[in-house]
């Protein structure tokens, strides 16, 4: 009889494991707060490097704020999405190369770092991605 009872639990019981291991790495995952949607600026410079790794992608870049007062080059780190939505969105591991001159809209760090979330990145050729829909789209030009 115990053994039955066991048997009739079990989908209850595993559903419920599901659940929690589904919210618990929805809990893990930032969000993008740190970063002013609001005031995007558009970044122009030279890749230094291009990191195609779990959980996110990253671009750094040796650039300059095409809208701001300052015109000193930075090195800005660009977070993008992860490498299964780029890839979904057409986005290749090898698109994008050190010493690469590419365009960027992102929304900058808040606290003023050289930090930033990609919306748009324009590559030497013209073509552009954006970086899926949890980033949001570029606001400007």
């Known amino acids: ?30 969000s993008f707060a740190m970063y002013d949607n609001e005031h995007q600026i558009k970044l122009k410079g030279k890749v230094t490097d291009f990191q195609w790794t779990n959980p996110h992608v990253y671009i750094e870049l040796d650039g300059v704020d095409q809208y701001g007062e300052s015109k000193d080059v930075k090195s800005w780190v660009i977070e993008c999405a992860n490498p299964g939505i780029l890839d979904r969105i057409g986005w290749k591991f090898n698109m994008i190369h050190k010493g690469d001159e590419i365009t960027a809209i992102v929304a900058p760090l808040r606290s003023g770092e050289p930090g930033a979330l990609l919306k748009l990145v324009t590559l030497a050729d013209g073509k552009q991605f954006g970086n899926g829909a949890p980033a949001g789209p570029a606001l400007i030009q």
């Open 1 to 30: 009889m115990k053994a039955a009872n066991w048997a009739r639990r079990m989908p209850v019981l595993v559903l419920i494991a599901l659940g929690v291991s589904a919210a618990s790495a929805a809990w893990a995952h930032h």
